[in-house]
């Protein structure tokens, strides 16, 4: 019995095993340490046994938290310490590959260990565990892997790390005469391991005698055809192909060792795998991140085991016709209209470029040929780092014809958000901008690139591009084979990165159908039908403007930084196609309001013939609104509420907005708290799942007028999941056949969609849940406040509600807020039921600009708790 924290003595055991490996002379017999946490040992029935391989340098004490949570969960859990690591025995003996699925294999015999079976693999037990499950397949139900390898491109060289514990006089010094390959591997945790478990870790290789394993591991991996244990990591690299049962990865994206091309490599052999990257997590994701739970939870969605419930499976209801996404242009470009503009770009210094139909119709068939014949089709993904206008256009349908899958991240993450979701998305090839291709080639992402411009030959070289659009558009024809067909209705389509405005961004999967279907939604609740012309400053509506049917033009601005749309630029835009629709974002509109004093009378001739006005992304005050009818006074003005997951979700315009308000008001509505955004759109349907007195959403779901709760959408246009994030999608869906959004609000007896707030902002104090939207636009009323931003500070279900409020003489420094101002916003908040236990004014509040000045509130509440205990703080 060996003592490790963390762990029921009683799970440590010793037994020897008899060895068939060629590495040990017959009749060997070896002690074998390892962690079973006992489950069925009285007779009580278990769903399955998992079986938990360590890699190099750990040994079974790696799988603790799944040895505890598999008793609660019904199955039994023995994690192994293999021979030579942990605390099993030392052989004396060099130990391949090969020898070490044979050693796995005789201990699973000599404990008895039957199905049904899952093996859990982590680093070179990840390729052990796979060696076992690709020869004992009457038993396997199931695998599950977390960083690991199970083949080197040899265009590729092997980890730094790895290279350099590899090295002559460093090998041993590095890994057996000292503990440094130990000690560098427990420092990739994230955060730091705590005292006690980095001394767990190390006990068990206390000396050079005991280090011996560890140097042989790493003398093992196959760096090459001739290393001797290629062939056994070819036969299982191979095999495992032809494995059906259910996989989940679970994969930690910073791991400098087996990085993302690895995961790539093994979701290529194993397509049906299930996969979760924990953002932030390294190479030690067991110690990083919870994925014991995210194991037991796989396993019973799954229906993984003995006994297992079956997991009801749920179809989102078709509905009508499919009708490819860019079919409206093909049929365009063959009629009467299609010598018609169909899509323009505006420049500061050049005449606008435009595309009609016809043209647009040649170009993307052009591309799409180019994509072919250098191997993209169906399935490929092609990251699109191209600003909106006339080349993103074609490039966008050029792939969706050939069935590849474009990946869409804004620019607007930043350098390092941006590299993580492109790295994430694993491209098979990136198509930009030089700026991002230059990214490409210091961030180091994957899949081969394409410049949009013409580049010169040293630049290629330097950024190493292949090809550029341009000579994408004079592929030759006689190169390809037949054209393919339509994709699939139910292939992926498209991964559009979602604004990181709330966490990483996550890359929102859509089939093909489901694009048509935000197509078709957003043609018959906006009536926008062939004949439309669209300023589209929204970088969404470069992908479905020309579907619609409509003439869309760029305008001269950074779709990326909403701030940097002008009114003269927007009313160019509009004149250039006689625009009568115009999407833009509230960020952008106040910058056009703001820049319109100079706009010359035909700026203002073009935006009067606007019609349709729709703007989205955040809560548009109703002043704004008020002014920039003014500036386009015979448009209606329409504040969709939606979604990267789910573009289109409820609507409502100006007059709506009043009603809501005048009905609230009167008292016939009930509570007004929030942002009304207007009923469903064509197709959706909205509940809301109640929260609970910790703000805490259950299952339920109700439609019940004034009920509080996050809100659920269904429709043809929702997502299909999230790319490479299954607990993620698992929450979002886990009500089926409802998305989960994130946002708090409720619903009026009108039918209407009031939004409160998000979720993760939800308030819970003494007196009960309080959302922040209600409280904060009641205090951007008073006298003197720009911005609010309400927050919890303290403990769930004691949480003190704090206002900290952006003022226009706060100073430079924050401070509480003088006796008027803060009497004046507790008077405000209190007609909505909230008492503030604080007000603090601060010279800026943290906004996100970009993304349609959405307030950081969980940073500001964190920097709240620090000011009021008298901590130091610097501004927000």
Not at 593 to 617: I, K, M, N
Request: glycine share 10%; net charge neutral; aromatic share 4%.
């Amino acid at each position: 019995m060996v003592a490790l924290p963390g762990v029921d003595p009683s799970w440590s055991t010793f037994t020897d095993v008899p060895s068939t490996s060629g590495a040990d002379t017959p009749g060997t017999a070896h002690r074998w340490h390892y962690l079973d946490n006992g489950a069925g040992r009285d007779g009580e029935p278990v769903r399955g046994t998992l079986l938990c391989v360590h890699g190099n340098p750990t040994f079974s004490y790696l799988w603790r938290d799944y040895l505890a949570a598999g008793l609660a969960a019904g199955w039994r859990v023995v994690a192994v310490d293999q021979l030579d690591m942990g605390y099993s025995a030392r052989t004396g003996v060099f130990r391949r590959l090969a020898d070490r699925i044979t050693d796995l294999e005789d201990f699973v015999a000599a404990v008895g260990l039957e199905g049904p079976l899952v093996t859990v693999g982590h680093d070179w037990g990840g390729v052990v565990s796979l060696g076992y499950a690709n020869r004992n397949r009457e038993s396997l139900v199931g695998m599950i892997l977390t960083n690991t390898a199970i083949h080197q491109d040899p265009a590729r060289p092997i980890p730094a790390l790895l290279r350099l514990a590899l090295a002559r006089g460093v090998h041993g010094p590095g890994t057996r005469t000292t503990s440094t390959f130990l000690d560098v591997t427990l420092a990739l945790a994230r955060p730091r391991l705590e005292a006690e478990v980095r001394r767990a870790y190390k006990n068990p290789y206390h000396g050079i005698a005991a280090r011996h394993g560890i140097a042989n591991f790493v003398s093992d991996i196959p760096v090459g055809p001739g290393h001797p244990s290629h062939p056994a990591l070819t036969a299982v690299a191979e095999g495992i192909r032809s494995i059906t049962v259910p996989v989940l990865m679970m994969w930690g994206p910073r791991d400098p060792i087996f990085s993302d091309p690895y995961l790539e490599d093994l979701a290529r052999r194993l397509p049906h795998a299930d996969i979760h990257r924990f953002e932030g997590a390294g190479h030690l994701v067991q110690e990083d991140a919870d994925t014991a739970a995210t194991a037991f939870q796989w396993l019973e969605a799954r229906s993984v085991g003995l006994d297992a419930p079956v997991a009801p499976t749920h179809r989102r209801a078709e509905g009508g016709g499919y009708t490819p996404l860019g079919q409206r242009i093909t049929e365009l470009a063959a009629g009467p209209d299609g010598t018609s503009t169909a899509v323009a770009e505006m420049t500061a210094d050049a005449a606008p470029r435009t595309l009609s139909w016809r043209a647009l119709e040649d170009d993307i068939a052009a591309v799409a040929a180019g994509l072919t014949a250098r191997g993209l089709g169906p399935g490929s993904r092609v990251s699109l780092l191209v600003p909106p206008g006339v080349d993103l256009t074609v490039l966008i349908y050029a792939c969706l014809r050939i069935g590849a899958v474009i990946v869409v991240a804004d620019a607007g993450l930043g350098a390092r958000g941006l590299s993580r979701a492109v790295r994430g998305a694993a491209p098979d090839v990136v198509i930009g901008i030089e700026r991002a291709l230059f990214a490409a080639r210091v961030f180091g992402w994957p899949g081969r690139r394409i410049s949009a411009a013409p580049l010169s030959a040293a630049r290629r070289s330097a950024l190493k591009v292949d090809a550029s659009l341009d000579e994408l558009r004079r592929t030759p024809t006689t190169s390809l084979g037949p054209p393919a067909g339509d994709a699939h209705p139910d292939a992926d389509a498209a991964i559009l990165f979602t604004s990181g405005s709330t966490g990483p961004a996550k890359g929102v999967v859509y089939t093909h159908r489901q694009l048509s279907a935000m197509r078709d939604a957003v043609e018959r609740t906006l009536h926008l039908a062939p004949g439309t012309a669209l300023v589209a400053g929204f970088a969404p509506f470069a992908l479905l403007g020309p579907a619609l049917g409509a003439t869309s033009v760029t305008p001269d601005m950074d779709v990326t930084a909403p701030r940097t749309l002008t009114a003269r630029a927007l009313a160019d835009a509009a004149a250039a196609i006689a625009a009568d629709v115009v999407f833009a974002s509230p960020a952008a509109l106040r910058n056009v309001l703001g820049t319109s004093d100079d706009l010359p009378a035909s700026g203002r001739a073009a935006l009067g013939r606007v019609r349709l006005l729709l703007s989205a992304g955040a809560p548009i005050p109703v002043p704004l609104l008020e002014a920039v009818q003014d500036l386009l006074p015979a448009a209606t003005l329409h504040t969709p509420y939606g979604m990267t997951e789910s573009l289109l979700v409820a609507d409502v315009d100006l007059a709506g907005i009043r009603a809501a308000a005048a009905a609230t008001s009167a008292g016939t509505e009930g509570s007004g708290n929030g942002v009304c955004v207007g009923r469903p759109v064509h197709g959706a349907r909205i509940a809301i799942a109640p929260l609970d007195a910790t703000g805490t959403p259950g299952p339920d779901v109700s439609t019940t007028p004034g009920v509080t709760g996050e809100i659920l959408v269904s429709a043809p246009h929702v997502k299909d999941r999230y790319f490479r994030l299954w607990k993620t999608q698992q929450l979002s869906a886990g009500t089926a056949p409802w998305h989960r959004t994130g946002d708090v609000g409720h619903l009026d007896a009108e039918g209407r969609l009031w939004v409160e707030g998000r979720l993760a902002h939800v308030i819970s104090s003494p007196a009960g849940v309080i959302t922040p939207v209600g409280p904060e636009q009641a205090l951007e009323q008073l006298d003197g406040v720009r911005l609010a931003a309400v927050v919890g500070v303290g403990p769930t279900g004691n949480q003190a509600v704090v206002a900290v409020l952006e003022v226009e003489r706060a100073g430079r420094r924050p401070r509480l807020a003088e006796e008027a101002l803060t009497r004046d916003a507790r008077i405000a908040a209190r007609e909505l039921g909230t008492e503030l236990a604080a007000v603090i004014v601060v010279p800026r509040l943290p906004v996100d600009i970009r993304h349609n000045a959405k307030i950081d509130r969980t940073r500001v509440a964190r920097w709240s708790a620090r000011f009021l205990a008298g901590g130091r703080v610097g501004s927000l």
